[in-house]
């Protein structure tokens, strides 16, 4: 699949909320050719530390701009938050597989805290009910964007703090009935639990795995996951997968 590497401005850099951080940066070439649930690679620093590219999903595109979510959480992402408007950033990109949207619809969407990322982007070419789960309020994610994408939205937050009390997983299983795929992303305990109620109830799922990655264009083999044909690499083969045939 073709993509491109090329400096990209930032055009804006916005904290959200906590330490979650919101990013637009000018790639047209990458942003004419980005499919909902890929991702680019960044080159944070340009000196040695951090040495490693870092993924970011797509969590938007407008023209020739592109929109990343992001949560600092260690180096890089520190980094990345200090970076001002008019900066530029070294990107690769498109990367990975995406969402396959030719799929039975209609569709039903999980989001699980940081799995929002890229399912903003999906939201806006599929617009359909979605499940937005976190463990507290304070770490629900893109409630409101979702709704002004053209979506329905409903909530869950494990300690029970808004919407329904428990994990979006179970959320899901309450709002099955005239769907007949599954999109999906967040962190694995909840993709193995969507991945389980898809299977009870015959639907496929599309997963977007959080897998951490080293090189990001499938040389290290860093990111493996297992599947019913063997291992295969998130950043090459994925990031999406059906559930059906992931290992967990
Ligand atoms: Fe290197 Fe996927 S991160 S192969």
């Not at 979510?69 to 970076?83: D, F, P, R, S, W």
């Not at 002004?148 to 029970?160: A, E, P």
């Not at 897998?211 to 019913?228: D, P, Q, W, Y």
Request: proline residues 4%.
């Amino acid at each position: 699949m073709k993509n491109f590497q090329l400096q990209a401005k930032i055009l804006a850099q916005t904290k959200i909320k906590n330490s979650y951080w919101r990013c637009t940066l000018r790639a047209a070439p990458i942003a004419r050719l980005a499919r909902p649930g890929q991702f680019v690679n960044i080159k944070i620093s340009a000196g040695l530390t951090p040495l490693l590219r870092r993924p970011f999903s797509i969590h938007g595109i407008s023209g020739d701009k592109l929109t990343l979510l992001y949560e600092v959480v260690g180096q890089g992402t520190q980094i990345l938050a200090q970076k001002k408007a008019g900066e530029s950033l070294d990107i690769i990109g498109p990367l990975g597989n995406g969402f396959e949207l030719k799929s039975a619809r209609p569709a039903l969407i999980v989001a699980g805290g940081m799995g929002a990322a890229p399912l903003l982007f999906l939201a806006t070419k599929v617009k359909t009910l979605v499940l937005v789960g976190a463990k507290t309020k304070e770490q629900l994610l893109c409630v409101q964007e979702f709704k002004k994408s053209g979506c329905r939205v409903k909530i869950s937050t494990d300690d029970g703090s808004a919407g329904f009390k428990g994990r979006v997983s179970e959320l899901l299983k309450h709002n099955l009935a005239g769907y007949n795929t599954i999109y999906a992303c967040g962190p694995k305990p909840m993709l193995k639990a969507v991945a389980e109620v898809a299977k009870k109830y015959k639907l496929p799922a599309q997963l977007s795995l959080e897998e951490h990655m080293a090189c990001g264009i499938g040389a290290c083999l860093g990111c493996v996951v297992k599947t019913k044909d063997g291992l295969r690499r998130v950043c090459k083969e994925g990031p999406v997968f059906l559930a059906e045939d992931l290992i967990w």
